[in-house]
């Protein structure tokens, strides 16, 4: 089975972090995210994947030219200039062919995919877009269905008086080959503002299969420590790294924790850390390899990128730090704030 992953985009509303790292390659939990999206896909049959990359392309390549396992044929298609997501989509039309999955890059998520083929299949459909419920559904856009799961209309972030149903557009597709014959070449084109609603409008079977599983995007800041956060407490089940040392406490290997440092769970420490005496990590800390959190320093609800070193004293609540960034000792940051990779703070 064949997966399109769309990773081009530029990630503007997690900048500064994806200045220099593309948002696929994010770590999530200490995992590069593409990694943590291969191994998702892959639990479900998946055993080609073509990335669809533009901005920053290395990176995502460069990682799985030295971490491919072989059980997975990698492909990547380039674009010069971006192509919105369905033109991504047709610009890799010569290695699609018969039912294959589309995904957006940038979801974290446990919905079956195995379900969602079996309910297109079963449907005839000829593109299933998977449908997660949301709270507020003003703020995206909304997929009505019937009762079978047949789309009925589209509805770009309504009014809560307009509002019917809260199910939003998961970021996960399976479509029919085609399906691509609609999708004009070489130029940008979007899946839900153009390629959806005109096949809509000319009939074509379309179904959303909703699922109520652990779906997150990741975004922005906030959903990006939400992501961590979650996986922390455990509402998605993906492998956190280190060893489990007590309830709610992962640490890598070579990492070294002080005597009288304080750890209040869940936190996640990577390889080769050293958390000095005085130290308090958590909740929902997650540090990076080789970080490294001096005497009396605090750092909860945040997410340290390897390579960090938060100084004497300093506090961080709510923050991301990219890589090799330094705190100056005595430090506060405790709103929502991003660093880029070897930012002063
Ligand atoms: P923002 O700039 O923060 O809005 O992020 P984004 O550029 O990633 O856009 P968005 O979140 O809407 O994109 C959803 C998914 O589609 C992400 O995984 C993107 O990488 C991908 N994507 C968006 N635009 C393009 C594009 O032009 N080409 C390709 N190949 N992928 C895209």
């Known amino acids: ?19 220099h790292v593309p948002k696929a390659m994010v770590p999530m939990v200490n995992v590069p995210f593409a990694e943590r999206m291969v191994r998702y896909l892959t639990r479900f049959g998946v055993d080609e994947i073509i990335f669809s990359v533009c901005y920053l392309p290395d990176p995502i390549r460069e990682h799985f030219e030295k971490h491919n396992t072989g059980a997975v044929k990698f492909h990547y298609v380039f674009e010069e200039k971006p192509l919105d997501t369905a033109g991504a989509i047709k610009n890799a039309e010569r290695l699609l062919d018969g039912t294959f999955f589309v995904l957006n890059g940038d979801i974290f998520v446990d919905i079956n995919l195995h379900d969602v083929m079996d309910f297109h299949r079963q449907r005839g459909a000829k593109i299933t877009i998977a449908l997660t419920p949301v709270d507020d559904p003003t703020a995206y856009g909304v997929v009505e269905t019937d ?3 047949r789309i009925r209309r589209f509805l770009e972030k309504p009014r809560w008086d307009q509002v019917t149903t809260n199910h939003i557009n998961a970021g996960i597709y399976v479509f029919e080959e085609e399906v691509l014959a609609r999708i004009p070449p070489n130029r940008p084109y979007s ?5 959806y609603p005109h ?3 000319e009939g074509v079977p379309m179904f959303g299969f909703v699922s109520s599983d652990y779906w997150i995007d990741i975004g922005t800041h906030q959903k990006y420590l939400r992501a961590h956060r979650d996986t922390l407490r455990g509402c998605i089940k993906v492998e956190i790294p280190g060893e489990q040392i007590r309830d709610g406490v992962w640490v890598g290997a070579d990492s070294h924790i002080a005597e009288g440092a304080t750890i209040e769970p869940p936190v996640v ?3 080769g850390c050293q958390i000095a005496t005085g130290a308090r990590l958590g909740p929902f800390a997650v540090l990076g390899d080789e970080v490294s959190v001096d005497k009396d320093a605090c750092v909860a609800e945040s997410v340290l990128w390897r390579g960090t070193r938060v100084g004497e004293g300093a506090r961080l ?14 430090t506060r940051v405790e709103t929502l704030t991003a660093f880029e990779d ?3 703070v």
């Open 342 to 344: 070897n930012s002063t």
């Open 269 to 271: 420490i990577g390889r």
């Open 199 to 201: 096949a809509l409008e």
């Open 147 to 149: 009762d079978t799961g």
């Open 1 to 19: 089975m064949k997966a399109l992953v769309l990773v081009g985009g530029l990630g503007t509303r997690l900048y500064p972090l994806t200045y």
């Open 191 to 195: 899946v839900e503002r153009a390629l």
């Open 317 to 330: 609540r709510e923050c991301i730090l990219g890589r090799s960034c330094v705190v100056q000792p005595g």
